[in-house]
């Protein structure tokens, strides 16, 4: 073979090359590089989260029930107390005088009573005695009657005896009410003490209103006042008015705000995992006691009830969360988040949210009989069934169809159940193992059923991930 010949064949070789290497510049060129995932069977948590803070369940504000200075504080912030402890004490002099002076009374209207009582008993025995000589009386009068009738006496004996009976049942009536009246008197004496008693349980009243104890076990979050200050009463909320807050402990909540879109999911009794800013590292457990009806302006967390503008703006519901263990590091005010779980569906067929895509499915035919081109009017009217004039989208995926070595993708519409983090359930449109296209979102925003992919599920760059 002759050198010349050599060189011909060489320069066709290249060319051939050439031509194939071009061809496949160009086909590859036509091909929208996807990044791709697969339906996978796993279990699927929905979480809806809030932000709030710790409360207690119960608190209290112990207000001042009497008017003067504080003499005694008898605990500071962050002391723990019980059921009917001493925590302050107001100036009690003119109320405890009255308790002196009013218990002198008592015992003064007590020895009434008993010196009432003696002059009953007094009576009494004056009636025994009337009794007694009445009865004597009666037998002198009998026996002088029997002899005056016999002529045995004189009249004036008669007559003498007579007026002795009289007088002596004169008597008896006498001190029978003598008797009727000490008693009356001794009722009266005892009515005294009893007045004298309630006027005493008014002025113990008082007397207690200036000290203050605690209506439960709990935690002393607040003291506002100092030992000499003087306080006031009946004005709720005012300088003065309040001695302390007390918080009890025993149950604790994170009141958290949970957004409008996601309160229609969230239920009593859904188990919550909840964090706080000033304990990390810690989860503790709990489960939702409370979900609120009104809606809170998340600018200034009114109501809307109580909102007196109509400016459409963000709103948020109050959510209640009972942790399940207390613990002693938790205080009234501190920062906590909320993770509470809506929905746990197990072995679920899943895919990532950002596979979702709405389309017109009559277009997407149109498109897919075009292989991803761009068809005419006539051709997107002729694959949906009726013409409309405002397309019906619906929600889907793009699934990875190999069609002779060649990759292309083909919407597929899909129903969708309970929606986690970052998957969510297929309920119907697909199955286990199907490759989908997850993105990336500048492609998936244009792509079309029937395109020609390849896949590409190299990291996507901060570029990619802001356009």
């Not at 200036?210 to 004005?235: D, H, K, M, Y």
């Amino acid at each position: 073979m002759t050198t010349k010949k050599i060189v011909l064949i060489a320069v066709a070789v290249l060319v051939l090359a050439g031509i194939v290497i071009g061809s496949i510049l160009h086909s590859q060129g036509s091909v929208t590089p996807v990044a791709t995932g697969k339906v996978v069977r796993q279990d699927l948590v929905a979480v809806v989260s809030g932000t709030g803070q710790i409360k207690p369940k119960t608190y209290v504000n112990v207000g001042a029930t009497a008017f003067g200075r504080i003499t005694h504080l008898y605990v500071k912030e962050g002391d723990h107390v019980k059921a009917g402890q001493l925590v302050a004490t107001v100036e009690s002099e003119q109320p405890a005088s009255a308790v002196q002076a009013q218990n002198a009374t008592i015992a003064a209207s007590k020895t009434d009573v008993q010196s009432y009582t003696a002059a009953e008993r007094t009576a009494e025995a004056n009636v025994e005695q009337a009794k007694a000589d009445l009865e004597q009386k009666k037998f002198d009068f009998e026996r002088a009657q029997g002899l005056y009738n016999e002529k045995l006496i004189a009249k004036q004996d008669y007559d003498a005896k007579k007026a002795a009976y009289d007088v002596s049942m004169a008597t008896l009536q006498q001190r029978v009410a003598a008797v009727a009246q000490a008693k009356a008197q001794t009722e009266s004496a005892r009515g005294h003490v009893e007045q004298a008693v309630a006027t005493l349980r008014g002025n113990n009243y008082s007397l207690g209103l200036t000290q203050s104890r605690a209506p439960f076990n709990a935690l002393v979050t607040n003291v506002p006042v100092r030992e000499g200050e003087t306080v006031v009463v009946g004005i709720q909320n005012a300088e003065g008015s309040t001695l302390m807050t007390l918080a009890d402990m025993s149950v604790i909540t994170a009141e958290v705000k949970v957004d409008e879109t996601d309160i229609v999911n969230v239920q009593l009794n859904q188990p919550v995992d909840v964090t706080v800013d000033a304990l990390p590292g810690r989860v503790f457990k709990g489960h939702v006691t409370e979900v609120g009806d009104q809606a809170l302006l998340r600018t200034t967390g009114l109501a809307t009830s109580q909102s007196t503008t109509g400016t459409e703006e963000a709103k948020d519901f109050k959510v209640v969360v009972t942790l399940d263990q207390p613990s002693d590091d938790l205080k009234p005010g501190l920062s906590a988040t909320a993770k509470i779980t809506t929905a746990h569906q197990k072995d679920v067929m899943t895919i990532p949210i950002q596979a979702l895509v709405q389309r017109d499915p009559a277009k997407e035919k149109a498109f897919a009989a075009s292989n991803g081109k761009t068809p005419g009017a006539g051709a997107v009217a002729t694959a949906g069934a009726t013409p409309v004039s405002k397309p019906q989208t619906v929600q889907g995926v793009y699934i990875l169809q190999n069609e002779k070595k060649k990759l292309r993708a083909v919407f597929v519409p899909v129903t969708t159940g309970v929606t986690g983090a970052t998957e969510i359930e297929v309920t119907s449109g697909l199955k286990p193992g199907d490759e989908i296209v997850t993105g990336r979102y500048k492609i998936l925003r244009s792509l079309k059923s029937g395109t020609l992919v390849k896949r590409d599920n190299t990291p996507e760059s901060e570029a990619d991930k802001s356009s």
